[in-house]
């Protein structure tokens, strides 16, 4: 079993930045894909960015030019450059894992507290 946690978030203004790290231990080198999700308070979960080993990354419309997802294998890691952030964007972010041979994020960490203001 994959252990997922995350760090990096916090507080921070509008229009700035923030970058979410997501480190994985346990049995890393069986992930397949990685993945952000957040959930603000009152607001149905949503699937913010996803990114296979050497695949084309996915994101959101919501965050489409704003994030970035990446992931350094070596370091089973992997990260959520967030820029032009906005209030909408405060919300709790997870981050998941799917295992070898699956797409499904299944196994999500503990989440980290991102706030944005106005």
């Known amino acids: 079993q994959v252990q997922l946690v995350e760090s990096g978030g916090g507080l921070v203004q509008t229009g700035g930045s923030l970058i979410l790290s997501c480190a994985a231990s346990?049995?890393?080198?069986?992930?397949?894909?990685m993945g952000w999700s957040r959930q603000a308070p009152g607001k149905q979960r949503e699937l913010v960015a996803s990114?296979?080993?050497?695949?084309?990354?996915n994101y959101a419309d919501s965050v489409k030019g704003r994030f970035t997802i990446s992931r350094d294998n070596a370091k089973n890691t992997a990260y959520l450059q967030m820029n032009s952030l906005k209030p909408e964007d405060t919300a709790v972010y997870y981050c998941?894992?799917?295992?070898?041979?699956?797409?499904?994020?299944?196994?999500w960490g503990q989440g980290t507290q991102v706030t944005v203001s106005s």
């Open positions: 346990g049995s890393p080198f069986s992930i397949s894909v």
């Open positions: 990114l296979g080993r050497g695949a084309i990354p």
């Open positions: 998941g894992a799917a295992p070898w041979g699956s797409s499904t994020l299944d196994n």
